[in-house]
């Protein structure tokens, strides 16, 4: 994600024909600004715009396009500006790069956000929910996880994997996460959408992870 593309280049070019701001001038802008003139606020943001590029190039090899950081920083830079006060007598620069640094850093953790998971153990928490949707019909009640592992003929081992892609989404904090199964753009809630439970965030629960998984692999053995 090297800021080197043409769209790069265009942009710094662009930000360096904005005309500079005096002092004067900048302070004549915040007062305006803090009254709610729009224009104001944005030639502060056009004159700003610097402070976001140095910023972005310390997170440009975080998986995120360069230009989409930069875009992150505009909103910490847009940011900042409604909230800065310049009668406290900080230094805009240096208040600024704050909430740059922190807009940009919350997108990149978003983006590593994304579980890794090989697609043969999602494939198996499917049929696991199909099969306790069945088993819940059969029995009037929630399965155990020694029911359903005899069930579906599946030794510890397959439970504790399916317990695993169970406890990573659960780990994703958010079913409309990405997860990287070898398909684009599929969440976790996509991959349990044809079961009939009331909701994505009701899969941890419809396992039993921690209630009962001692039991079941007591009960199930290496078999």
């Known amino acids: 994600m090297e800021p080197s593309t043409d769209t790069t280049s265009?942009?710094?070019?662009?930000?360096?024909?904005?005309a500079l701001v005096t002092r004067e001038e900048m302070h004549e802008l915040w007062k305006k600004a803090k009254k709610g003139d729009r224009l104001a606020k944005q030639r502060i943001m056009e004159a700003n715009l610097r402070l976001v590029v140095p910023i972005a190039k310390k997170y440009h090899r975080q998986g995120i396009d360069f230009m989409d950081l930069v875009e992150e920083g505009n909103l910490g830079l847009m940011h900042s500006i409604d909230k800065f006060?310049?009668?406290?007598?900080?230094r805009f620069s240096t208040y600024s790069s704050y909430w740059i640094e922190q807009s940009i850093r919350r997108a990149v953790e978003e983006t590593s956000k994304t579980i890794r998971i090989p697609p043969h153990a999602w494939e198996a928490l499917r049929k696991w929910l199909k099969m306790w949707e069945k088993m819940h019909v059969k029995l009037g009640r929630d399965p155990s996880l020694a029911e359903m592992a005899r069930a579906?003929?599946?030794?510890?081992?397959?439970?504790?994997?399916v317990l695993d892609a169970a406890e990573a989404a659960k780990g994703?904090?958010?079913?409309?996460?990405?997860i990287d199964s070898g398909d684009d753009n599929i969440t976790v809630e996509d991959m349990i959408a044809e079961t009939t439970a009331q909701s994505p965030e009701n899969l941890i629960g419809v396992l039993k992870l921690h209630d009962e998984l001692h039991q079941a692999l007591r009960e199930i053995g290496d078999r």
């Not at 006060?85 to 900080?90: A, F, H, I, L, R």
């Open 85 to 90: 006060e310049p009668s406290k007598g900080y």
């Open 172 to 178: 994703m904090g958010s079913f409309d996460a990405p």
């Open 152 to 161: 579906m003929h599946w030794t510890a081992r397959q439970v504790r994997g």
């Open 10 to 18: 265009q942009y710094f070019k662009g930000i360096q024909k904005l």
